[in-house]
């Protein structure tokens, strides 16, 4: 005889959402929602902001999302471990944005032949104060600092000069180092600052070689190349400033009527996208640069842009990041107390190159910016 089993599956709930509480169920859709909205933004760092300017806000939502996710992993973990599964596999998908988030390195010590490169965000050398207060400390603390750090090429943004000022005559400061130098074309700034403002490379080796990056003639953000002789070998050291966002982060979070608040997010997100834009277009000439090199690069610079961007993928294409091979931690540079955890100051180099180590300088506080340092070699083909 042949039994028939009966099984009555009408009350049966889907099992995706069944044994979960309503709030778990209502949990379990926002996961679901985030994971689709992650693969959204992982996806647009490849675009050019110039073209899709949504682009660059998709990315600029990119920390959020990961720490999102991780949220929701502990949270299944305690409650129905194998849903923990949805953002784990997000964040795998996302490893090479984590790598540029926290480092773990233990590069090897540098031969006897490595050099170290600083790049620096002067701010200045904090011209502002003593404008305004007088007060020579702040200036003479930052161009001390670097004069005293040691680094074998300097790449200084922001870099500020007047030779009638004994306290600011930085060029003649660092010749006396040793350092031959090579800047943009100087901008006299405006009557309160009689000097001059722009993007330099101060170097102990031979220069042998130099040029400028014009992004546009009507902007201060510049960069320029310098071609330095170490032992046998020529290498090119490019310094970039990309388009600032001149936000006031000092007013972020102050409570306003609602009017000022609508007026300043509309002016915040115009600040925004013209920034994504400008950057997207000045990166790519960057990009041209390094590609016509004869010489093995270094590229170091201000990009005014987080690790998850286009600008940040597009170069990272062709070099690699110090910070990722031989930095530790998180290694954020903005020196703001409401926007501590940025990281937007770096160095890329050519694989030609051996990074050994890297170190943001967080104990220098001159500027608004931490400086950044790596100790470099070249190796020698046996």
Known sequence: MVRVVSRNTS?????????????????FIGNILLAGY???????????????????????????????HLLFILYWLLVSPWRSLLSGLVLI?????????????????????????????????????????????????????????????LCLQEFYNEDNITTFNSISQLA??????????????????????????????????????????????????ADVLIGSDTVRIINIHLHSMSLKTEKLGIKKDLDAIKDDSRNTFWKLKKGFVTRARQIELVEELVQKSPYPVILCGDFNEIPYSYVYQRIRRQLRNAFEDAGNG?????????????????????????????????????????????????????
Request: charged share 15%; proline share 6%.
């Open 11 to 27: 009350n049966r709930s889907f099992s995706l959402f069944s044994s979960l509480s309503w709030f778990s169920v209502i949990v």
């Open 93 to 153: 998908m996302a490893f090479p944005l984590l790598q540029r988030t926290l480092a773990v390195n233990f590069p090897p010590d540098p031969p006897e032949n490595s050099f170290k490169v600083l790049s620096f965000n002067t701010q200045l050398f904090n011209a502002n104060q003593y404008f305004h207060t007088g007060s020579k400390e702040g200036p003479r603390q930052a161009i001390g600092w670097v004069k005293e750090h040691g680094a074998d090429i």
């Open 330 to 382: 998180f290694g954020f540079t903005l020196n703001k107390r409401k926007l501590f955890f940025i990281r937007i100051d770096n160095q890329f180099y050519d694989s030609s190159f051996r990074v050994h180590s890297f170190t943001t300088h967080r104990e220098v506080t001159y500027s608004d910016h931490f400086p950044v340092s790596a100790v470099y070699s070249i190796p020698k083909e046996k």
């Open 38 to 68: 992650s693969l959204v933004a992982f996806y647009s760092v490849n675009i050019s902001p110039a073209r899709h300017w949504i682009a660059g806000f998709l990315t600029l939502s990119i920390p959020v999302l990961l720490a999102g």
């Open 176 to 225: 006396a180092q040793g350092y031959n130098s090579y800047m943009t074309p100087l901008f006299r700034l405006n009557k309160h600052f009689q000097g001059f403002f722009g993007v330099a490379i101060f170097t102990r080796f031979p220069l042998v070689g130099s040029g400028d990056l014009i992004f546009n003639r009507n902007t201060l953000n510049k960069g320029v190349y």
